[in-house]
């Protein structure tokens, strides 16, 4: 069939066929702009517009990008023709589109209802998922193409997925199958382009065929966007991004993505002129709005610069914040630059969120995200301590996990698997500190139990496209398992070996061959063995740990204190790791103090804090203890392990300033009584007195008259100031008395 | 409380001095009812009877001219509550101060406020009638209740203060307010102005933020937001202002006294001292006043040279 668009100005669009002169239809219009004849197009949509049907009219005004128009004529063809199901596929496409996926969703199963062999609404239902990374994605694909295996859309969506997924194989044998069955399948052509630039190899010749098409056609650009920030490679998927706006700059999607890439890579300005445009312009998804919003949220922020860190923080606990993670941010630096043998270009920047939902859309443009912490190259935004409840994270372990991607990611020039960094990163946490890192869970210990581990080769699935719900933390687990096999087995270099190979491109079964010499099936094998070692007792003895558990909690609540110190102990020891809520440790310490014996609470409380304990309401309890037994030192250093959990307690730098200052630990002292000031403190007085005591003791006479004044200002009649002001006063006499010029 | 400390507290918490004009009178003595009402399940009434408790001890252990009730448990019914308030009225002397303390649940049906007792509620308006017998002219109410702020409107008048832990009667889930009210009162950090003497005020303020940030630490939407009602005007706030005058009784009213400042008031020979002490107070107090238009070397001196003067006389009055 030959397509003649008429001139423009009259007021349809025909077309010459066989069968002589007819009306345009959707797909003759969608073939034009496909093209790239966008004039012609426009006319056919325009042609369509007009038209009788309300569906037909639907299509035009979706094609003029007149959604509302689109969305009433839809209604109103659904009504006429209840029966048809193509009309509620082509509904529910509109508001896929339009960012609606709920009634999208609906309408495929509608659509479903009426027309079960539907492929096209499945093709819909798979497109919904996708958007979610929903497993579910690739059945609804599959069931498409097992109704129409000539459905071209549905094998560019598995060749999608697929790639998504790292399965390269999959990926060009459905780009290729939809090219077999349509030569311009323009999306198949972009997917086989990402393949090609993700192995770092020319894409020239797709994106070349891509353009042979349709010059302006950007999402090309911007699937191959998509795959680049899939795998964290950000400033080539900006690259991409641009491209596709340079060749369609109506493509508000590709545009909205560019400026969310950007602010990954921590720039502001740009961004929000590029997002601000998308919104001026009706793309107002809620990544862009939520976006919009955040950058509006960023004068409540300061950034403090300190050598290679550079850190933003919200104003109101900045001055709280920033020591603790100014120093470990120092510290993790220092500890990897030497250990991975590498200098990072820059300094990094961490974005710190006290509002767990604006380091959501910092990550995601969307909210309800469940990470802790998120890197996008020198770029790192986690979540603040205050960001959740007391004890819910350990923030110091998160930022050394965040900031060994910081590493990895530049070592490898972002060309490393995610289960490998994601591994590393965990490795390193309990490297940092045995005490942080998580402990296996309970879903972990049933995933393992259940023999739900993936092979090494398909780990990144787990991390993508999870197929139960636990299954990303059992990836994270499994990852981090695996290195500290590694390492014990072979050595740290060894590590340090498969960095530089997969920053080679090298796939996960070339690098276990090259780099461990095995095969990656036989890897899984013998690390399935040594894991067993370690948690397998565990696993087996599950159900007993559970119900064990729940003896015990009920005989805590009926103060059955003897019999929760008889089976308790036998609980723990069939899963120590467990420290999370309703934990034994706190039951036998309970029982303990119940029974007035401080000795064995303490002891309990202390195996409790090893393992990784962090409540800090536990841990505050165990300093007391260790402080009513004359421990000093074990109580600070208590004390001292909440600073890396919930610092937001006044309380627990006050506790911390005062032994430290009884140790003569003047720095670790001032450092506390600054935070205490940090925060706001009702009682001013005493705090600026205990700061301006710890910087008199540390011989700093200069501030800690500074700061006894301030106390004096706030509290005149403060005795204890009044004592430090006079023994000031007299001190300086003493020096004039020594000698000096009065 | 001393005036001039007074006004360092106020201005500690945004008050300007200028409003603390009148000496602080030496109270007589002063009459805490304690209230713990039912709970309604073992849980809360545990709860509710132990901060009853706590309060209990706090308040006899604190030294000083006080008469401590407590209500709780199978006692704390209206007609107890009757029998106990009763009591205080019999007793207590104009001069004497009087504390009436409501831990539990209370409710709220848009017009009336009720404490939910063992055996009949009693409203609202049968706890200010009661209330209205004792001859203290300086009392304060304070209503720790779920829906305590429906109680404000009969309970308050001029010479009695209010504190409610709800804004209104429709904040009607359980309260943490009185967990914290209690803690303020043996948590020596309340004493902000280091008087050794916690006020009412300091006691509000103290309370309001740890509730506060109880709510933030538990990423919990707050359900109460507590409120003062101090000048007799049936105007709740939550936080004082010179402009208004609220805030202003309650800084005056000293719950726990917790040092020897009462001492020196008894004692005719240190009376110059006092009076000395009282004068640098108040320079200190103008200096501050006057320290946004001076240049800071020369307030630092000024300042610290009336510091050191004031812990000189302090010093004598210790002995």
Request: glycine fraction near 6%; include cysteine; charged fraction near 25%.
């Amino acid at each position: 069939m030959t397509r003649v668009p008429l001139a423009a100005g009259i007021c349809g669009v025909m077309l010459v066929g066989a069968g002589g002169v007819r009306a345009a239809t959707p797909r003759d219009c969608e073939t034009l702009a496909k093209h790239g004849h966008n004039a012609e197009a426009r006319n056919c949509y325009e042609s369509l517009t007009q038209q009788r049907d309300p569906y037909l009219r639907a299509e035009g005004f979706w094609g003029l990008k007149d959604y509302q128009s689109a969305n009433n004529e839809f209604r109103a063809a659904v009504a006429q023709a209840d029966g048809n199901a193509m009309y509620r596929v082509r509904w529910g496409r509109l508001l896929h589109e339009r960012f609606n996926n709920v009634d999208a969703e609906g309408l495929f199963k509608e659509a479903l209802q009426r027309d079960p062999k539907n492929a096209e609404a499945y093709l819909g239902l798979a497109l919904v998922s996708a958007d979610g990374f929903d497993d579910s994605a690739i059945t609804w694909t599959m069931q498409a193409l097992k109704l129409d295996p000539k459905l071209v859309e549905a094998h560019e969506l598995m060749a999608n997925l697929a790639l998504e997924d790292s399965d390269t194989e999959t990926a060009v044998r459905e780009a290729n199958a939809a090219l077999a069955i349509s030569p311009d399948a323009l999306d198949a052509m972009a997917i086989r382009a990402a393949v090609e630039i993700l192995a770092d190899r020319s894409p020239d010749e797709w994106l070349g065929k891509i353009r042979a098409v349709n010059p302006t056609y950007g999402e090309g650009y911007a699937i191959v966007a998509h795959h680049l920030i899939l795998n964290r490679r950000y400033e080539d998927g900006v690259a991409y991004y641009r491209k596709a706006i340079a060749a369609d700059p109506e493509l508000w999607s590709a545009r909205a993505e560019l400026g969310i890439n950007l602010m990954r890579l921590g720039q502001e300005d740009e961004p929000r002129k590029q997002l601000e445009m998308c919104y001026e312009n009706g793309y107002r998804n809620a990544e862009t709005t939520n976006t919009l919003r955040l950058l509006d949220s960023y004068k409540n922020f300061v950034t403090l610069r300190d050598g290679p860190v550079t850190l933003k923080l919200e104003k109101n606990e900045a001055d709280l914040l920033y020591p603790y993670f100014d120093e470990e941010a120092q510290r993790a630096i220092a500890t990897y630059t030497k250990k991975y043998k590498m200098t990072l270009p820059g300094p990094v920047q961490i974005e710190v969120y006290a509002n767990h939902e604006d380091f959501a859309v910092r990550t995601m443009g969307m909210p309800g995200l469940g990470a802790l912490g998120v890197t996008f190259g020198e770029v790192l935004a986690m979540d603040s301590p205050s960001g959740r409840k007391p004890g819910d994270f350990n923030w110091a372990s998160t930022l050394w996990h965040e900031m060994s991607h910081v590493f990895i990611l530049t070592a490898t020039n972002h060309r490393v698997p995610r289960w490998f960094t994601e591994g590393l990163a965990v490795h390193e946490e309990t490297q940092a500190s045995p005490e942080w890192g998580d402990r296996v869970t309970p879903e972990i210990l049933v995933a393992i139990r259940d023999k739900k581990l993936l092979p090494v080769a398909e780990l990144d699935r787990g991390f993508v496209r999870p197929e139960y719900e636990a299954q990303v933390i059992v990836s994270y687990y499994q990852a981090g398992k695996i290195c500290d096999y590694i390492q014990e087995r072979w050595g740290a270099d060894k590590l340090l070996d498969m960095v530089h190979s997969f920053a080679k491109i090298q796939t996960t079964p070339d690098v276990i061959q090259q780099d461990l010499g095995m095969r990656a099936e036989e890897f899984d094998k013998e690390f399935l063995a040594w894991l067993d070692k370690d948690v397998a007792k565990e696993a087996a003895s599950f159900d007993e740990w559970r119900n064990g558990l729940k003896d015990v909690a009920m005989k805590a609540r009926d103060h059955d204190y003897d019999g929760v110190l008889k089976e308790g102990e036998h609980v723990r020891a069939l899963y120590p790791d467990y420290i999370y809520d309703a934990n034994v440790y706190e039951f036998l310490a309970e029982a303990d103090l119940a029974k007035n014996d401080k000795t064995a609470a303490t002891t309990v409380l202390t195996e409790y804090e090893k393992m990784g304990g962090h409540s800090p309401a536990t841990l505050k309890e165990l300093a007391s203890l260790e402080s009513d037994a004359g421990d000093k030192k074990a109580a600070a250093a208590t004390l001292n392990r909440i600073n890396y959990i919930y610092p937001e307690d006044e309380d627990l730098h006050r506790r911390l300033g005062d032994l430290w200052l009884g140790q003569e630990n003047y720095p670790g002292a001032i450092r506390e009584y600054k935070a205490v000031l940090a925060m706001g403190p009702l009682d001013k007085a005493s705090a600026e007195f205990n700061l301006a005591q710890a910087y008199f003791d540390a011989g700093q006479k200069d501030k800690a008259e500074e700061d006894v004044l301030a106390a004096l200002e706030a509290a005149p009649t403060y005795r204890p100031a009044q004592k430090l002001l006079m023994q000031l006063e007299d001190s300086k006499k003493g020096t004039n008395a020594d000698g000096h010029t009065q | 409380m001393r005036l001039a400390a007074m006004r360092s507290a106020l201005a500690a918490c945004g008050i300007a001095c200028a409003l603390l004009l009148a000496a602080l009178p030496v109270r007589a003595g002063t009459y805490f009812v304690t209230v713990a009402g039912l709970g309604g399940e073992p849980d809360y009434d545990q709860r509710f009877t132990a901060m009853a408790n706590d309060l209990d001890h706090i308040l006899k252990t604190s030294g000083g001219d006080v008469h401590v009730t407590t209500l709780m448990g199978a006692a704390a019914t209206k007609a107890g509550l009757e029998n106990a308030l009763g009591q205080v009225a019999k007793e207590a002397k104009p001069q004497d101060d009087f504390v009436l303390v409501l831990i539990g649940h209370g409710s709220y049906d848009g017009v009336e406020y009720k404490f939910n007792l063992v055996g009949p509620d009693i409203s609202g308006g049968d706890l200010a009638a009661l209330c209205d017998r004792i001859p203290s002219k300086r009392q304060l109410i304070v209503n720790t209740t779920s829906a305590s702020g429906g109680s404000i409107a009969a309970l308050d008048k001029p010479g009695r203060a209010v504190i409610a832990a709800t804004k209104t009667g429709t904040e009607k889930n359980a309260t943490v307010f009185a967990r914290y009210w209690i803690e303020a009162l043996r948590d020596p950090t309340t004493d902000t102005n280091k008087n050794e003497t916690i006020s009412a005020m300091e006691a509000f303020q103290y309370a309001t933020t740890k509730t506060a940030a109880f709510y933030d630490s538990q990423k919990r939407l707050a359900t109460e937001h507590a409120v003062f009602e101090d000048t007799g005007k049936n105007d709740a706030v939550r936080v004082a202002s010179t402009d208004t005058g609220e805030g202003l009784f309650l800084s005056n009213f000293a719950l726990i006294r917790i040092g020897a400042a009462q001492k020196a008031f008894a004692d005719p020979a240190k009376r110059d001292l006092l009076a000395k002490k009282e004068e640098l107070e108040q320079t200190i107090d103008q200096l501050k006043y006057q320290k946004a238009a001076m240049a800071p070397d020369d307030y630092k001196e000024q300042l610290t040279a009336a510091l050191l003067e004031l812990a000189h006389v302090q010093e004598e009055l210790d002995k």
